[in-house]
């Protein structure tokens, strides 16, 4: 049995520009982290007695006797590309699906990263992103951008740059006071809405050629916020402010990404005195984030009381095997009873 632990993520500047057909002409980059809640894969290979050839619990159920079979594109897909047979799959996240924390790709990291520990394998974090990026976007077929997928297998508070149909992943270099100012005065709550970003991601797409000068824009905030995150004698407010410029940009840039209910959330936000935030992800529904002054953090809260508040700690280490067991795999059809 094969155990994996992969870590969501909260992505905060650049969203957009981590699609290829916007970094690889003008560049792109974006800054995030990942959190303390994560995705647990759980897979072993399916005893021979079982009337099924393989087991797969997600959502759902799907007991299957080939490949072709599976329901699940991303299992599916990644079990031809890996050449694995005969398994139950478990899946377990501590938050829900299609919420804008990137689950998705957090799965298919852990997924793939699971396999090749399944065959004996251990690969680097790059390879797992590379593989997760093709995986989600060649085989799947599904839009969207790079940045989860690397977030996901590195971990940690990072800057991650695009370009020449490549990535490049940066620690940010933040003070571990100021580190830890922020992690304080961010709240994270949930809409409710679940909803698959590749279809808002579709929309956004069709209108990225209207689109070019907003994330032009998105992409120079990053560099601000960086400026910002490490330079300790800046004003850390900074920062939910540029969240703020960062979601009107990114609200305007296709019908999808917002509605009346969730312009409405953010605006009692920053009401209640929050400097910014925005909601996390493709856009649709899923978390929202603020960014709030300590002394105003208790007002934040109690507007959003009827909202599950979800407290969170960001964290370091990426995707992880926590359980090795391996056992011997002899294929069903050379087992002699």
Known sequence: MIITKTPFRMSFFGGG???????????GAVISSTIDKYAYVIVRHL???MPYFTELCYSRLERVKSIDEIEHPAIREAMRMLDIHEIRLTYEGDLPARTGLGTSSTFAVGMLNAFYVLKGK???KRKLAEDAIHLERDLCKEVGGWQDQVAAAFGGFNRIDFADNQFKETPIIIHPERKTLLNESLLLFFTGISRFSSDIQKDTVSNQKNNISQLKEMLSLVNEAQSVLEDKHSDMNDFGRLLDESWRLKRGMGS???????????ERGLKAGALGGKLLGAGGGG???FYV???KKANVIREFQD????????ENEGTA?????PIEYIPRKEIVI
């Open 122 to 124: 251990q690969v680097g």
């Open 307 to 314: 909202f599950m508040q979800v407290p969170f700690m960001f």
């Open 293 to 295: 002054e300590p002394d």
């Open 17 to 27: 520009t981590d699609m290829p057909s916007f970094f690889n002409e003008y560049g």
């Open 47 to 49: 005893p021979p007695f």
């Open 256 to 266: 999808k990404i917002s509605n009346s209910n969730i312009d409405s959330l953010y």
């Open 321 to 325: 095997t926590v359980y090795y067991n």
């Open 287 to 289: 978390f929202l984030l």
